[in-house]
T-cell receptor
């Protein structure tokens, strides 16, 4: 049973380009969470999605960032017009359900470097 | 209110010693407190978790101690091994909530 898969593992973009990060949840999981980890900091919640729905985006920057989890295919975190401050590790987690009863399983992360 | 404060930032322990990492929180609505272990280049993996209705939980060499009145919880690693060298994060989740609030992390190095 494969774990949470994220790709690419490493992504280099120049300022102003777009970054697309993909997350395939564990089999049977329909809930996805995105977190961002800045260097030498803990993970910060960004967004929580279920299939075709954004449930909580309270941690998402107001501009340039968007997320989706379509009925088919992986969840996508999209960053438009990247800036150097977007350089970070982006982790996706999945769970079989939401709320307090379910553990979140993390993927290996995508390390984004903005030149 | 949403913060979880973790200390120390880094820790060096001799093989066989006890590693202790502490966390404190303010939000009394938190009701789930997990600890994650992260190796370089990997995602965090759940190590052990506790809910506030118990004061201690032990799994193998790993123990969480929880002090509800002080709003503090700690991770103890007994008989620390070089393979335990990693970054450890405490976290908290609000009752009925979904997002985890993480501490800043502790880099543990166990010297052989």
């Amino acid at each position: 049973n494969a774990g949470v898969m994220q790709n690419p593992r490493h992504l280099v973009r120049r300022r102003g380009q777009e970054a697309r990060l993909r997350c395939s949840p564990m089999k049977g999981h329909s809930h996805v969470y995105w977190y961002r980890q800045l260097p030498e900091e803990g993970l910060k919640f960004m967004v929580y999605l279920q299939k075709e729905n954004i449930i909580d985006e309270s941690g998402m920057p107001k501009e340039r960032f968007s997320a989706e989890f379509p009925k088919e295919g992986p969840s996508i975190l999209r960053i438009q017009q990247v800036v150097r401050g977007d350089s970070a590790a982006y982790f996706c987690a999945s769970s079989p359900g939401g709320g307090a009863l379910h553990e979140q399983f993390f993927g290996p992360g995508t390390r984004l470097t903005v030149l | 209110q949403q913060q979880v404060k973790q200390s120390p930032q880094s820790l060096i322990v001799q093989k066989g010693g006890i590693s202790i990492i502490n966390c404190a929180y303010e939000n009394t609505a938190f009701d789930y407190f997990p600890w994650y272990q992260q190796f370089p280049g990997k995602g965090p993996a759940l190590l052990i978790a506790i809910r506030p209705d118990v004061s201690e939980k032990k799994e193998g060499r790993f123990t969480i101690s929880f002090n509800k009145s002080a709003k503090q919880f700690s991770l103890h690693i007994m008989d620390s091994q070089p393979g335990d060298s990693a970054t450890y994060f405490c976290a908290a989740r609000q009752f009925g909530g979904n997002k985890l609030v993480f501490g800043a992390g502790t880099i543990l190095r166990v010297k052989s």
